[in-house]
């Protein structure tokens, strides 16, 4: 009876079954009729018939066969084959009586009931009552005034008909609920992928981070280090202290290095410590290593307040200024300023004078300050670098209160 409007890709003969049942029901029914009306099947609804006298059940057939033709294009137009078998039926409710008009118009208004939308469901719905009740109400005319005979026929209508489109609607429903579940599912898969590949990029972009921050920086001083010694005359004293330098930057480039196989092996800890005020005594302690002549002020004990995302952007601002300034103007004097506003906190790094250690052609696209710039952006910040009349010089201000 219900129409199936999914093939479940059983195989075999289900299978085929699926795929054809749209003209299989129909020819089926129309063979229920033929075999009704051969075992002289008539009468279903015997008092509704305004024929003067019992005709031959074969006249059933006459109804119940162009019912059965329209059944091959119930899908295509549910509603108008819907009308046409009602009338159908309703002719053979006044004639014959005979079941197989009745078996098509159940198979058509389940169609009907499936396809249609909740507003369509609402109209059938409505239909189907007002069809119970005029059928009560004409039993309770052809049966001389029998309210048990008019009830029985309306409560037999109401829930044949009744329990044929509260079917077809549960089964619509189960489907609609399916489609949804799929398309939520798909949904959730397609925004887990986005937020896989954001997460990749996110990671990228953090280890692309570090290893600028720390590694590259230690590597270039190893190698602006060693060229610094190979330039000047041999000095027992001068070279050990070159080569020291060139391994404490060694030690601390493979303890970055390790830290950073570590998470991308075991995919837990942190990819380096979070840089702090009490790294910044050790930055300007390098930077002046290195030759710069650097010169602090601040930071004052009022920055405390700015936040870890905060002290984290004004250290690293701190680092690379430094760091540029020892591959780009090596021996210049560094003025590093960090003080708070009424409501920012500053860091400025400007450099005077200098000259560029050949090491440095190999630094390369200068990241560095690109990262600085989108560091300093996310916590609402302004961050500018840029030459001044004879030197360099790299600046942030920072919202006090940052988040991390």
């Known amino acids: 009876m219900h129409e199936v409007m999914h093939d479940r890709g059983d195989g075999g003969l289900g299978s085929w079954y699926q795929r054809h049942r749209w003209w299989l029901d129909p020819v089926g029914m129309a063979l229920l009729a033929v075999v009704m009306a051969a075992l002289g099947f008539r009468g279903?609804?015997?008092?509704?018939?305004?024929?003067?006298?019992?005709?031959?059940?074969?006249?059933?057939?006459?109804?119940?066969?162009?019912?059965?033709a329209l059944?091959?294009?119930?899908?295509?137009?549910?509603?108008?084959?819907?009308?046409?078998?009602?009338?159908?039926?309703?002719?053979?409710l006044l004639t014959t009586g005979g079941i197989g008009t009745l078996v098509v118009l159940l198979d058509v208004l389940w169609t009907a009931a499936f396809l249609a939308g909740p507003r369509g469901r609402r109209v059938l719905l409505a239909l189907l009552a007002t069809a119970t009740v005029l059928l009560?109400?004409?039993?309770?005319?052809?049966?001389?005034?029998?309210?048990?005979?008019?009830?029985?026929?309306?409560?037999?209508?109401?829930?044949?008909?009744?329990?044929?489109?509260?079917?077809?609607?549960?089964?619509?429903?189960?489907?609609?609920?399916?489609?949804?579940?799929?398309?939520?599912?798909?949904?959730?898969?397609?925004?887990a992928e986005r937020d896989r590949i954001e997460a990749v990029r996110r990671e990228r972009e953090t280890m692309a981070g570090?290893?600028?921050?720390?590694?590259?920086?230690?590597?270039?001083?190893?190698?602006?280090?060693?060229?610094?010694?190979?330039?000047?005359?041999?000095?027992?004293?001068?070279?050990?202290?070159?080569l020291r330098a060139v391994r404490d930057a060694g030690l601390d480039a493979h303890a970055a290095l390790r830290s950073l196989i570590t998470v991308l092996r075991r995919g837990d800890g942190a990819l380096a410590s979070a840089p702090g005020w009490a790294d910044l005594e050790g930055i300007v302690r390098e930077a002046r290593r290195s030759g710069l002549?650097?010169?602090?002020?601040?930071?004052?004990?009022?920055?405390?307040?700015?936040?870890a995302g905060g002290e984290q952007a004004v250290v690293r601002v701190v680092r690379e200024a430094l760091g540029n300034c020892v591959r780009h103007a090596s021996g210049a004097a560094v003025?590093?300023?960090?003080?708070?506003?009424?409501?920012?906190?500053?860091v400025s790094v400007r450099s005077r004078g200098g000259t560029a250690a050949a090491a440095a052609a190999h630094d390369g696209e200068g990241w560095g300050l690109q990262l600085l710039r989108e560091r300093v952006t996310a916590l609402g910040?302004?961050?500018?670098?840029?030459?001044?009349?004879?030197?360099?010089?790299v600046e942030a201000r920072l919202p006090m209160q940052v988040r991390a």
């Open 381 to 393: 910040g302004v961050f500018g670098a840029g030459p001044t009349g004879d030197g360099w010089v």
């Open 136 to 191: 009560f109400a004409a039993a309770l005319v052809v049966s001389d005034g029998s309210l048990a005979v008019a009830v029985l026929v309306g409560v037999q209508f109401g829930a044949v008909f009744g329990t044929d489109y509260w079917w077809a609607v549960a089964v619509s429903q189960a489907h609609e609920l399916a489609e949804l579940h799929r398309q939520r599912a798909e949904e959730a898969a397609a925004a």
């Open 44 to 68: 279903v609804w015997s008092s509704f018939s305004l024929l003067p006298e019992t005709v031959s059940p074969w006249w059933a057939l006459a109804l119940a066969l162009p019912a059965c």
């Open 335 to 346: 003025d590093v300023v960090v003080r708070r506003g009424d409501d920012e906190a500053l």
């Open 71 to 92: 059944a091959l294009v119930k899908r295509r137009w549910p509603y108008t084959v819907l009308v046409l078998v009602a009338a159908l039926f309703m002719a053979d």
């Open 210 to 242: 570090e290893l600028h921050d720390v590694v590259a920086g230690h590597v270039m001083a190893m190698a602006i280090r060693a060229e610094a010694a190979l330039s000047t005359d041999p000095a027992r004293s001068d070279d050990r202290a070159a």
């Open 293 to 307: 002549d650097v010169r602090v002020d601040g930071p004052p004990e009022g920055m405390r307040d700015i936040g």
